[in-house]
């Protein structure tokens, strides 16, 4: 994935935006951030970006770059 999100960090990926109450993403390294962005670069209230390692998802077989 090549998305870009202001909030990530070095060996992460951003894996899209969660309703607050609703972080049903499984990985271990799940990070929540603080703003999250629609596709045109607006600031979409009461979501919030998810983002998790490279690592983690390379070791499940996955291809972070297609997910």
């Known amino acids: 994935m090549t998305r870009y ?3 990530l960090r070095a060996g ?3 894996l899209g ?6 972080v049903g ?4 390294t799940k990070r929540l951030g603080e703003v999250a962005y ?7 209230k009461h979501l919030r ?3 998790v390692t490279r690592d ?3 070791k499940t077989g996955l291809d972070p770059d297609k997910l």
Do not use: L, Q
């Open 5 to 7: 999100h202001p909030e």
């Open 12 to 14: 992460e990926i951003f």
């Open 17 to 22: 935006n969660t309703s607050i109450n609703a």
């Open 25 to 28: 993403v499984d990985w271990k």
């Open 38 to 44: 629609d596709m045109d670069g607006r600031i979409a």
């Open 49 to 51: 970006p998810v983002f």
């Open 56 to 58: 983690e998802i390379e």
